[in-house]
């Protein structure tokens, strides 16, 4: 999938272009409004005249949300769903890799709980093991898009509109739609 965020000076501008890329048909999976992160009060909120305007354009509504919440532009967020995902995988291999490595060594390293209690005391290290492993896995993962997500958090500071876009894989925007409204920058974060 492709994302695209797209920084705009207003959220009138942003739910505009969001109505026009649907309108153009183009396949949108996602699409996020994420509000500035500064306390301007200008420009925040549509008028009811432009309310107006947009609910005749699209019934489609973009709810605005804080940057910390979406997963492509906070890479706390990725690194936990990575842990998560390692976790789900290292933990029973843990488990299993130190009940076997307890019965195949011959060690007598925790004889002292007997014969049923040291392959246990060993797949509980071994799961320790696969939770600290998931932990220093997402540790170890930068994003190869970094600079572009501490650029986009910068611009979100400043007080500028995000437009997160998500495309199926190997469909572009319409790019004519999208520089119709000026926008200050349009990033391409991902291509999965």
Same mark, same amino acid.
């Given at each position: ?13 942003? &739910? ?16 996020q409004l994420v509000r500035p992160a500064t306390n301007k009060t200008e ?5 009811? !005249?432009?309310? @107006? !305007?947009k609910s005749t354009a699209t019934s489609i509504d973009l709810q605005p ?13 990725? /690194?936990? !769903? ?20 307890? !019965?195949?060594?011959?060690? &007598?390293?925790?004889? $002292? ?28 993962? +930068? ?6 997500? $501490?650029?986009? $958090? ?5 007080? /500028?509109w995000l437009l997160v876009l998500e495309t199926p894989m190997g469909i &572009?925007? +319409? ?12 990033? $391409?974060?991902? @291509?999965?």
């Open positions: 999938m492709s994302i695209c965020v797209v920084v705009l000076n207003e959220r009138t501008a942003a &739910d505009q272009l969001n109505a026009q890329l649907r309108e153009a048909g183009t396949p949108l999976v996602s699409s420009n925040t909120e549509p008028s009811t !005249k432009e309310a @107006d !305007k949300v804080e940057i910390n919440t979406v997963e492509i532009l906070t890479p706390k967020l990725a /690194r936990q !769903k990575h842990q998560r995902i390692m976790a789900f995988w290292l933990l029973p291999f843990g488990l299993v890799g130190g009940v076997l490595t307890t !019965k195949i060594t011959g060690l &007598d390293t925790f004889a $002292r709980f007997g014969t049923v209690g040291e392959p246990l005391v060993g797949g509980l290290v071994g799961l320790i093991s696969g939770w600290i492993g998931s932990y220093a896995s997402a540790a170890s993962v +930068n994003p190869e898009n970094a600079e572009d997500v $501490r650029l986009m $958090r910068k611009r979100n500071q400043e007080g /500028r &572009d925007l +319409n790019w004519k739609v999208v520089q119709q409204f000026k926008p200050i920058a349009v990033t $391409r974060l991902s @291509d999965l």
